[in-house]
């Protein structure tokens, strides 16, 4: 079974991710701190979608999959 949700997730992790990079600018953190933390919220949802489709797939559609 394939499970897919398109339309609604994508832009509520933008609007998140725009606000908590305006947040993290705001702060009184050094400017290394804040690069780092600008990085991870860019990095993450990426990552986490990345694994997310990953396990979502079909036994049979991974590589080397022979059965």
Do not use: D
Request: glycine letters at 8%; proline letters at 6%; aromatic letters at 8%.
């Amino acid at each position: 079974m394939k499970t897919e949700v398109q339309g609604f997730p994508g832009p509520v992790v933008l609007v998140a991710n725009v606000r908590a990079i305006i947040q993290t600018f705001q702060s009184s953190a050094t400017t290394g701190a804040k690069a780092f933390w600008t990085g991870l919220i860019l990095i993450l949802p990426v990552r986490v979608m990345m694994v997310q489709r990953h396990s979502c797939l079909e036994p049979t559609q991974y590589v080397g999959h022979t059965g």
